[in-house]
């Protein structure tokens, strides 16, 4: 359309000094940052949830009950909980802050008479932005001129139907162009836009809990509801024994919190941090830290072609012409190439390019004796082709141009008297006129069709371009946007086809054999035409000849997008199995994928880039957008954005996420152990009526709990992920399920409860005390309750090396591939000396060191705990290698 008159002069865009000076009075272009929560009232939040409020009301109790050591020590475990999640939340708000800083926002405006690209917060009011589909509106604007162009602005109004903008028109900065493109003259920035003002009065919604969270909650309700029912129980065990009031509500007070892992929580922050953060190192960077969870659990993955699988460095390697083919063999961004064809063709063939680029939006420019692509690399790809046919490396801008959109499925420009159209080819055909070639019955159209399936065969992504002269009266009327593309894109005349190759990635092929092995399922959408599709499947692997139980990628399945059943029921089940492409997908298509495949108990993972992919990627269970070629719309919609959007990188975040599944299993099932541990002596008095001498108090528990226990349950939250982890389907159990329930309360909590009541009692009985009898003396109690303590201590020791692996026995582990669990060991042991050596401390807790007798039955947890696991292991190996074995014939 027209630029509107009195932004005619505007357009040419501001001088160097102009943006200096400019920048100096208006500032940056950033918005002000969303208001937040102070920080001591998230502080404040971390020690007031449901866990801290039962604590808090035990410590005041048993200051109240004349006990303030365990009121202060029941104080301490809140407090260190509770600024331990501060801090982990801290962490995950500057990993975000650190987010925007790897993704600027990059905007293309026009500085000096020149296209060039600029941070948008170095944008001033005055420059002329640039814009087409998938781009974020970088300031407060209004429009030049604009060519089909319609805008989201749903994030302002909730109208979720893109608007059209028109010259003249203001487009509020942080809006989206849906489709079209346009040119605007920047009139506000920074914290005088629109948007700015809308941040000053609102705040962000929190997000829904995510499945890790709801798993966590079970957990934590079942764990109190557990703790408090032990607590009321032994308060009414004490009282029949004969104990007074007070000293039995204290006693089940100490028993109430020593049965809540304090650690829990805090642990499984850490290790979703560690999570992210080991991802952010493989170019996997994570918005939402519940997603390093779920992306473990991805059982199918629906990935984007362009970019992703492939390396999105488009070559023109062939041009079709009528009057023949000219092959180019060279790469798509040198200056020199060699080309295979007659004279005629590459005549044909110039013109083709010369056509087609002025129908583009890219450029390339030079950079180290090469040529670098500017924009999208498909158009950057025409571009250096039709410079080395001849064309300048300026070429005039078209007067007029037609953007892409999805029901014309072309883009088109006037320049002069002539129009030029490039895009989808049965879009091209349909709006072409065929000359009559002389030959009774023969379709005219044959030789191009023909030429199109040869090309697609081979996994080139193919191009019509096509032109026609326009009248004086077509040409004004194009000029004044009284006609546009829908009136004068009829009657062309097909100059040719362009195939376009974008190399796959050379680690797609065993990314995906990686994934089928995880049992991952792998779909590939994308928008080109279904044989180019199923070429570029072959290459990468995706789809084959093999057999079921070959290895080998089978036949699969390819689909048309604008043939997909709306039943998703029965889309589901077309789609549900090894080796899917969808071709001519739109993104409702995708949509409608991921719901479909989620009614089938599917955990999807989906790509995307473009604009209108948000819905797409906020409808699955983990969206996945692009750093580097994604779109801002994709990347704030998404829980992962890959830094160098290759497709190999999101297999490495799966296996991480398992990783991180398996690593709160571990420190789930060490944390129980240790509980185990702790309520058995209190279960033994309880039971002999308060005969028997309780082995460990209620401080020593909670010493054991916050003291010795939470840094190797901290470090075994940050194990690697193991050898077979992607050798296995994704985990579909709960995190407390009936195996760890068994490992904890039927092997290695009784393991370490044998070790540490036969400490005690070897103590007890060695220094004269005998059943029946009365307690013993305070000295001799201290030394057997010491051995207690440190039997557990140790046990937990060896349970933490045994937790590292849920098959392996501890001989087959390497010692140094959790190098944080080595210091953590040192320092668990340094603790227990300090506990047992340091006088005062030993003196709170109520014990001794061990005498020697009972220190070696406390050592002797160590091999018991670490070849019980083993022995388990191998028993579990050995039934499950039955039940895999063949069953032979009888002879």
Not at 587 to 594: F, H, R, Y
Not at 617 to 625: H, N, R, S, T
Request: glycine share 10%; charged share 20%; aromatic share 6%.
């Amino acid at each position: 359309m027209e630029p509107a008159n009195d932004l005619r002069e505007a357009s040419l865009g501001l001088s160097s000094d102009d943006v200096a000076v400019l920048r100096a009075r208006f500032g940056s272009n950033t918005i002000p940052a969303e208001r937040t929560r102070p920080w001591w009232s998230r502080l404040a939040a971390e020690l007031t949830h449901f866990f801290a409020l039962m604590l808090w009301a035990a410590a005041i109790l048993a200051f109240v009950a004349g006990t303030p050591q365990l009121g202060w020590a029941i104080a301490a475990v809140v407090v260190v909980n509770g600024l331990f999640a501060f801090f982990q939340e801290a962490r995950a708000e500057r990993a975000s802050a650190k987010l925007r800083e790897l993704l600027p926002a990059r905007v293309r405006v026009r500085r000096d008479g020149k296209p060039t690209t600029v941070d948008a917060a170095e944008l001033v009011p005055g420059d002329v932005v640039l814009l087409t589909a998938g781009d974020r509106i970088p300031a407060d604007l209004q429009l030049i001129s604009s060519s089909s162009l319609r805008f989201d602005e749903s994030m302002l109004t909730g109208e979720s139907e893109p608007v059209p903008g028109l010259p003249g028109d203001s487009v509020p900065g942080g809006t989206f162009v849906a489709e079209g493109d346009a040119v605007g003259l920047v009139t506000a920035t920074g914290s005088a836009t629109r948007l700015a003002e809308i941040a000053r009065l609102t705040t962000r919604a929190a997000p829904p809990p995510s499945p890790l969270d709801l798993e966590l909650k079970r957990i934590v309700k079942i764990i109190a509801a557990i703790s408090i029912s032990v607590g009321v129980a032994f308060f009414l065990i004490s009282l029949l024994i004969g104990n007074p009031l007070t000293g039995a509500f204290l006693f089940a007070i100490g028993v109430t919190v020593a049965m809540v892992p304090e650690g829990l929580l805090p642990t499984v922050t850490l290790s979703l941090a560690i999570g992210a953060q080991r991802m952010s190192k493989r170019h996997a960077l994570v918005r939402n830290l519940q997603a390093v969870e779920t992306l473990g659990s991805t059982t199918f993955i629906c990935t984007d072609k362009t970019g992703t699988l492939t390396q999105n460095r488009m070559s023109a390697v062939q041009v079709w012409t009528p009057e023949g083919t000219l092959t180019v063999d060279g790469n798509g961004y040198e200056p020199s190439a060699e080309f295979d064809g007659t004279d005629a063709a590459r005549r044909l063939a110039a013109v083709l390019a010369a056509g087609a680029r002025a129908a583009s939006q890219g450029d390339i420019e030079e950079h180290e004796g090469r040529w670098r692509a500017l924009g999208d690399p498909m158009e950057a790809a025409i571009v250096a082709l039709d410079r080395r046919l001849g064309g300048g490396a300026e070429a005039s801008p078209p007067e007029v141009s037609f953007a892409f959109d999805k029901v014309r499925k072309r883009t088109g420009a006037v320049s002069g008297d002539q129009l030029w159209v490039k895009g989808a080819p049965e879009s091209v055909f349909a709006a072409c006129v065929w000359p009559e070639d002389g030959s009774p019955g023969a379709d005219p159209g044959a030789d191009a069709q023909a030429a199109m399936d040869t090309m697609a065969s081979v996994g080139l992504r193919v191009l019509a371009v096509a032109g026609r002269r326009l009248s004086a009266a077509e040409q004004q009327g194009a000029m004044d946007g009284a006609l546009g593309a829908a009136d004068l894109e009829s009657g062309l005349e097909l100059l040719g086809l362009l195939g376009l190759h974008d190399p796959p990635r050379p680690t797609v092929a065993g990314a995906i054999r990686q994934a089928r092995e995880a049992g991952i399922k792998i779909a590939m959408l994308t928008g080109d035409h279904p044989v180019t599709a199923a070429a570029i499947a072959r290459e990468i692997g995706l789809i084959g000849d093999g057999t079921p139980g070959s290895g080998e990628p089978g036949p699969g399945i390819v689909l048309d997008g604008n043939q997909l059943p709306e039943d998703l029921q029965v889309l589901g089940a077309l789609l549900d199995r090894e080796g899917v492409v969808v071709s001519r997908v739109s993104p409702e298509k995708k949509l409608m994928v991921a719901q479909a495949l989620q009614q089938r108990g599917h955990v999807v993972a989906m790509t995307g880039d473009g604009v209108n992919d948000g819905p797409a990627l906020e409808a699955a269970d983990i969206g996945v957008a692009m750093g580097l070629s994604g779109t801002d719309v994709a990347r704030n919609a998404a829980d992962l954005v890959l830094l160098d959007d290759d497709f190999a990188t999101m297999i490495v975040a799966v296996e991480q996420g398992r990783a991180t599944y398996s690593n709160i299993r571990r420190f789930l099932t060490y944390h129980l152990t240790d509980n185990v541990a702790e309520l058995a002596p209190f279960v033994i008095w309880a039971l002999s009526g308060g005969h028997f001498p309780l082995a460990i108090g209620v401080l020593q528990i909670l010493f054991l709990d916050i003291g010795t226990d939470l840094v190797p349950a901290l470090a075994l939250g940050s194990e690697k992920p193991g050898d077979g982890v992607m050798s296995r389907p994704p985990e579909k159990r709960h995190l407390l399920d009936g195996s760890l329930v068994f490992r904890v309360f039927a092997l290695l909590g009784p393991v370490e409860v044998l070790f540490e009541m036969s400490g005690f009692l070897v103590v007890l009985l060695a220094g004269g005390w005998r059943a029946g009898g009365p307690l013993p003396d305070p000295g001799l109690m201290a030394a057997a309750s010491g051995t207690a303590f440190t039997a557990v201590v140790l046990g937990q020791l060896a349970n933490a090396v045994a937790c590292r692996s849920a098959g392996k026995p501890f001989w087959r582990l390497r010692w140094n591939g959790n190098p944080r669990l080595i210091w953590a060991v040192l320092i668990e042991v340094a603790l227990l000396c300090i506990f047992l050596f340091a006088l005062p401390v030993a003196e709170l807790l109520g014990q001794a060191p061990p005498t020697l007798e009972g220190f070696v039955i406390a050592a002797l947890a160590i091999p018991g705990v670490l070849f019980a696991d083993a022995a388990h292991k191998a028993i579990r190996f050995r039934m499950r290698r039955g039940m895999t074995q063949p069953v032979l014939p009888h002879h």
